[in-house]
């Protein structure tokens, strides 16, 4: 009752016209009652992933539908902002939602996780997670996302919604549970529940927390248990040569079987998301173009393949609009290949030098650097003891990039204290996310700012820096806002959003872009790199033209206004565009101009660069270097909309 009470009242301010209505004219055309929408995502798909080798049920619906050929994620490039992005229609700095590790210094006990553990806001949290994702929304009131939901929009005009697949992303689209929801760690409601197990399908295990004292039978295999991942002899660091499947394979197998046998056959919803983690999981895992996530993309074509199939079987294929789409894409955790050569794995461990190897190096420890620049600042991250004996850089001589400390005893480990109970003037809170990492400063202290930005310039590692209105125009920054990545009072918002630094072309495994990153895997995204925003869309459906290349920019934000549009619905507040010129009767791409811009900060003077630079791993005398931010951007315009993609954002040193 509380969740409707609050969706009128939104709806009233709409009315009286306290925000704004939807970027195309006029009011959404009624759609005929049949009509339905399936999103399926497939989780850090990169554009160029796509081949009639490994994916020729997408290659047949490209071919059938539309391609989107310049699609772009929300920044930063995440699996949550770009979540909300679909929900809503909107960009951070709208939504308020900064997945998907963030810190809001909330209450030390804010409820427990899908497995039952305490959640923590004092310390960063992982948002990939139903029991997190519900105490960040009672610590901001019901609040989590600043403005209402596609499917709370589709769910108030009596549509029926599901929600399948991957923990936190599929549930952030229906937080408060309207539809049916069968996620990783969650069926809802009983009634799900009970047609699942009476078709013979298992729940995941972790379900039975949401049905205290319930007497269900969950099975004793858990159908949504990752996989193995294959290591080397360290034990910490995947075998990509060894890993020749998917991790993910068996969970998305039971999501989409049991999607199309019970959700889709039997209650026929008019709108839903499914969001399976393949690739990504296996490309974080083992790195984009390993035969481990060469499998994954066959595994997850397969599945659309039974999609289509059950649409075909059930009569349905000739209403659904189906969507193929990806939250981002996907790099290579790598430093620089000429100062860290890619190697061979030989006997379980790092080998010679091989250009057609894999990478040693690549993992950056933002507040562990911070740490030891000796700024007069404490850093903290919440993480602890971490250890990343290869990821943490060998160089040719078998020195590493970041020296051990005495956490672990071995090389490559290091060691951070958590976010203590009282912060200081001079503590920094570093929320460790991937390509990008957040710095959060509690005491908003300029001076504090200024010399994490000074600090950020000066490591090879970071590449363009974004800084908070509130600290005025820092020498070699950007604003947050040119993102839309700050919200308009600034408080939901890091300090500072740093990308680390990549290389688009540099190739491991046959696919260039690489980057470094702040977690311990072989392929990371959130970062500013071209090949980490652009992902994929490709939709095909009765309301589609057939065999259209689209060549104009569109985003990951036009996604809900479009499925909007189709279902004869509204989606105020929304800041993308509907996709009209991939429509039947729709404008020419002849109807829009483009206007491509590049944007350049000021330039920051004077700075003392100490990332070694030295092939057999020697501090050589640092250089004096100056730093500059690149951002591309790009702006469609036609009578009815205007709308701007943040293209790629660079660093530039000289």
């Known amino acids: 009752m509380r969740i409707r009470v609050r969706s009128l009242l939104f709806w009233l301010l709409i009315a009286i016209g306290c925000t704004t209505g939807p970027r195309w004219g006029g009011a959404p055309p009624p759609a005929p009652a049949e009509t339905r929408v399936i999103l399926f995502v497939w989780d850090g798909l990169r554009p160029d992933s796509m081949s009639g080798d490994d994916t020729p049920n997408l290659v047949r619906l490209r071919d059938e539908g539309v391609l989107f050929e310049d699609q772009h994620a929300a920044f930063p490039t995440f699996t949550m902002i770009n979540a909300a992005a679909f929900a809503t229609g909107s960009y951070p700095g709208r939504t308020g939602f900064y997945g998907n590790y963030v810190w809001v210094d909330g209450p030390s006990d804010a409820g427990v996780s899908a497995q039952g553990a305490r959640v923590d806001l004092h310390q960063p949290v992982f948002t990939e997670d139903h029991g997190v994702v519900d105490a960040l929304d009672r610590f901001y009131g019901g609040q989590l996302l600043l403005v209402g939901t596609l499917f709370e929009v589709a769910q108030d005009a009596g549509l029926l919604t599901a929600t399948v697949g991957k923990v936190g992303a599929s549930y952030l689209q229906d937080r408060h549970r309207g539809g049916f929801i069968l996620e990783e760690r969650l069926v809802w409601p009983r009634a799900l529940l009970d047609e699942l197990q009476d078709a013979g399908f298992p729940v995941p295990r972790s379900t039975l927390a949401a049905y205290p004292g319930a007497d269900i039978d969950a099975g004793r295999e858990d159908p949504t248990r990752p996989g193995p991942v294959v290591f080397l002899a360290d034990g910490v660091t995947s075998d990509p040569?060894?890993?020749?499947?998917?991790?993910?394979?068996?969970?998305?197998?039971?999501?989409?079987?049991?999607?199309?046998?019970?959700?889709?056959?039997?209650?026929?919803?008019?709108?839903?998301?499914?969001?399976?983690?393949?690739?990504?999981?296996?490309?974080?895992?083992?790195?984009?173009?390993?035969?481990?996530?060469?499998?994954?993309?066959?595994?997850?074509?397969?599945?659309?393949?039974?999609?289509?199939?059950?649409?075909?079987?059930?009569?349905?294929?000739?209403?659904?609009?189906?969507?193929?789409?990806?939250?981002?894409?996907?790099?290579?955790?790598?430093?620089?290949v000429d100062l860290f050569p890619l190697r061979a794995i030989v006997d379980g461990g790092v080998g010679p030098a091989d250009p057609h190897g894999y990478s040693v190096s690549g993992q950056v420890r933002t507040a562990d650097l911070i740490n030891r620049a000796h700024l007069g600042l404490r850093a903290v991250d919440g993480l602890g003891c971490l250890d990343a004996p290869v990821l943490s850089g060998i160089l040719a001589s078998g020195a590493r990039l970041y020296p051990g400390l005495d956490c672990g005893g071995r090389p490559g480990t290091s060691l951070v204290p958590r976010v203590p109970s009282v912060l200081g003037p001079r503590d920094v809170v570093v929320v460790a996310n991937g390509g990008s990492d957040f710095l959060h400063v509690p005491s908003r202290d300029p001076d504090v700012v200024r010399a994490l930005v000074r600090f950020l310039q000066s490591r090879e590692e970071y590449g363009p820096v974004f800084v908070a209105r509130r600290y005025g125009d820092l020498p070699g920054t950007l604003p947050l806002d040119v993102l839309r990545a700050e919200t308009g009072s600034g408080e939901r918002a890091p300090d500072i959003i740093v990308s680390f630094s990549f290389n688009a072309s540099a190739e491991v495994q046959g696919m260039p872009g690489i980057e470094f990153s702040s977690l311990a895997k072989r392929g990371m995204h959130g970062g500013s790199s071209p090949v980490d925003v652009h992902n994929t869309l490709v939709v095909a459906g009765p309301h589609f033209r057939k065999g259209f290349h689209d060549t104009l920019p569109s985003g990951n934000v036009d996604v809900a206004p479009t499925v909007a549009r189709l279902l004869g619905l509204s989606l105020p507040g929304a800041e993308g565009r509907v996709l009209d010129e991939a429509l039947v009767g729709g404008p020419a791409v002849a109807d829009f101009s483009l206007e491509v811009r590049l944007r350049t900060s000021t330039v920051a003077e004077g700075l003392r660069m100490s990332l070694p630079t030295d092939p057999d791993g020697r501090q050589v005398e640092p250089g004096v270097t100056r730093y500059r931010i690149e951002l591309q951007t790009k702006t469609l315009r036609s009578s009815r909309i205007t709308a701007t993609y943040a293209d790629w954002a660079r660093a530039v040193r000289d």
């Open 241 to 336: 040569t060894r890993g020749l499947t998917s991790p993910a394979r068996e969970d998305n197998a039971y999501l989409m079987s049991a999607f199309t046998e019970t959700v889709l056959a039997r209650r026929r919803p008019r709108l839903a998301v499914v969001w399976l983690r393949n690739p990504d999981t296996t490309e974080h895992d083992y790195g984009p173009g390993t035969s481990a996530s060469r499998d994954a993309l066959r595994a997850q074509d397969a599945l659309l393949g039974q999609l289509r199939s059950a649409l075909d079987r059930l009569g349905l294929a000739a209403t659904t609009d189906l969507f193929v789409v990806s939250d981002h894409g996907h790099s290579s955790v790598s430093g620089p």
